[in-house]
């Protein structure tokens, strides 16, 4: 399809970067579109000529999509959305082993454009370079500075502000590993607070970052703050009431973001957590955060209130005892991408239509979701974008249409919706079912990583087989892995699940075989299955490799390198302590000997529990 803009060259330069993702051309003799800044938010079609209707130059691009998306199926139409929300928000994680480079980030914006994302927080702990602090993102793949004025330069021609996200307190110990940290460390993960060398840090830290983007706002976290004063703190001032140093600490910490003219913004957490019966609990419904609490939270800050879908759901209980403390309120949702190689689009996507729906009742128009990461980063990116869709339909309708939001995604991605929606059966089987506790629901990075001679969750793989599952899931992506647009992305989730679904029928057979004295079922899987598996291994591990080298930096690869090559170790191992037992060579194999017991499942296991119990990483 054809468009004639009319509009000044640069917002045409910038069109023209979409021309290629959504389909269409620029030139005379095209369908001539106005564009018109108002009240209205939207896009028509009538007697040839086209208007776009845009409340923030973000949304431009958005109605964009839709006017091509619409036009396609008629020569005549005049649709409405929604401008309820501010302009809606994504964080991106950049701290948690995959840091996405540049050509990355700029795919990922134009697809944020296109679904009309307003703003993106880049979470940098200390992957950015900090002048004077050598170690401060060492070999963590950090920004330069000119990256970073690169990545604002390409959002801003979007609209799109770019928004630091940093830490300030906790969170912070991949810097406090290191010697040069020591003297503002207080535990492995806070700083220390009352000592001047922390605020020079800080002070040096919020305006180089600060400095890398046009937006006056910062993201300074302040969240999980669990162990401050514990550490060197105690060990020099003794005990304090932790509340007392927290809020001690976000004075002068907000004095540093009035230095510099910035409109801090912040998780809630501790705020709750210690108004809370037993100082821990965010979500408690009969917490009461008293005056005295309320009275010590900086009058400028925004609180960002997070919740990622994993109670029954949000009603807005939450966002009501927010806005009480009367500071500006966001809402902070998640993708679930953080606990494997794919994302649970299930829980976040009933996450976030509570969620919106409860912001608009409390009439909450900050809203934004998290792509946090975790564990060194396996989780494919571009996996994400149905969930980033999907929450989008929901800011710009109220109500969207299961047909809608497939449209919609089709339109942004050029992909099929249920085909993306079926990698979160990565997790577990989600056939209607309802499990008891969100935690239940994820199970597929468990069992990618698990040994497979020490099985650690053989047990529920004993009650609850997953090969059949995993199969179906593999057989699926078997008929579209050559698909030309993300052909590379469904060969990769092929691979995951064609791994999946030998590893498990491996696990489920081998013990039972074992105690049976079933040489037969023993001789297949030493002699042709363990073999196979490896070469799943080996085929998993190479596209995840391109899928990672595509779109992000090289440093942090290195820890999927080895966790690769051990499964592929085990498995040579599995192979020999099997052959020799076959053989008469001994009498037993000692890891099968051991009684396989039930281990809780978690969507927040790291890798190091997953292999072994004796193991970390």
């Known amino acids: ?153 390409y959002a801003y021609a979007y609209g799109i502000e770019m928004i630091p996200c940093i830490e300030c307190y906790g969170h912070m110990g991949k810097y406090l590993l290191w010697e040069d940290a020591a003297p503002i460390k207080d535990t492995a993960e806070v700083l220390l607070a009352r000592e001047e060398k922390t605020f020079e840090f800080l002070d040096k830290w919020i305006s180089s970052i600060s400095s890398c983007f046009r937006s006056g706002k910062i993201h300074i976290g302040m969240d999980e703050a669990w162990d401050m004063g514990r550490g060197a703190f105690l060990d020099k001032h003794g005990y304090v009431p932790p509340f007392e140093i927290f809020c001690e600490y ?104 509570a969620a919106l729906r409860a912001c608009r009742e409390q009439d909450v128009r900050l809203a934004m979701t998290t792509i946090w990461s975790n564990d060194n980063a396996e989780c494919d990116l571009f996996a994400q974008l149905v969930g980033l869709s999907y929450f989008a339909e929901h800011v710009y309708d109220p109500e969207p249409s299961e047909e809608k939001i497939k449209k919609r995604f089709l339109a942004t991605t050029g992909a099929d919706f249920d085909a993306f929606h079926k990698m979160g059966d990565y997790h577990n089987v989600f056939d209607g079912r309802e499990y008891k506790s969100f935690q239940h629901r994820f199970f597929g990075k468990l069992l990618f990583w698990q040994d497979v001679l020490e099985g650690t969750y053989d047990a529920q793989l004993l009650k609850n087989p997953m090969s059949s599952h995993y199969a179906e899931c593999r057989d699926y992506f078997s008929k579209i892995k050559e698909d030309g647009t993300w052909g590379e992305l469904y060969t990769h989730v092929y691979n995951v699940f064609d791994y999946l679904a030998l590893k498990t029928y491996v696990a489920e057979n081998l013990v039972t075989a074992y105690k049976a004295n079933d040489r037969e079922m023993l001789e297949r899987i030493t002699y042709s299955l363990l073999p196979e598996l490896i070469e799943k291994t080996k085929a998993v591990h190479a596209s995840h490799k391109a899928r990672w080298f595509s779109y992000n930096k090289a440093v942090g690869w290195s820890n999927l390198d080895i966790r690769y090559a051990g499964v592929k170790e085990r498995c040579e191992t599995a192979i020999d ?41």
């Open 250 to 353: 976000m004075d002068r910490l907000v004095e540093i973001t009035d230095k510099y003219g910035l409109e801090p913004l912040m998780w809630s957490d501790m705020y709750f957590r210690i108004s809370s019966k037993n100082g821990k609990e965010y979500y408690d419904e009969e917490t009461v955060v008293p005056d005295w609490v309320r009275d010590r939270i900086p009058k400028n800050v925004t609180l960002v209130y997070w919740h990622y879908g994993r109670l029954s759901g949000i009603d807005g209980y939450m966002l009501k005892k927010h806005k009480e403390l009367g500071r500006k309120v966001a809402y902070a949702g998640g993708l679930w991408g953080w606990s494997g190689h794919l994302p649970e689009h299930g829980l976040s996507m009933r996450g976030a239509k």
């Open 577 to 617: 302590r099997l052959s020799a037992y076959l053989r008469g060579e001994c009498d037993s194999v000692e890891e099968l000997e051991v009684e396989r017991l039930p281990r809780a499942i978690s969507a927040f296991t790291k890798y190091g529990a997953i292999a072994s119990p004796m193991g970390s990483v």
């Open 1 to 153: 399809m054809k468009l004639n803009f009319l509009c000044d060259k640069d917002l045409l330069c910038t069109l023209s970067r979409l021309s290629e993702l959504i389909g269409f051309d620029i030139g005379e003799g095209g369908i001539p579109v106005s564009f018109v800044k108002g009240e209205r938010l939207g896009a028509s079609l009538t007697g040839g000529k086209a208007t776009i209707y845009y409340q923030r130059k973000h949304q431009i691009f958005r109605e964009l999509c839709v006017l091509l998306e619409n036009a396609k199926a008629s020569d005549s139409f005049d649709v409405i959305e929604d401008g309820f929300f501010e302009p809606p928000a994504i964080m991106l994680d950049a701290s948690r082993g995959a840091v996405a480079n540049l050509s990355g980030i700029c795919r990922f914006l134009d697809f944020a454009a296109v679904m009309g994302f307003g703003a993106v927080m880049l979470y940098t702990e200390d992957t950015a370079e900090l002048e004077g602090y050598p170690y401060f993102g060492y070999m963590r793949g950090r920004y330069t500075r000119e990256e970073l004025l690169k990545i604002d330069d």
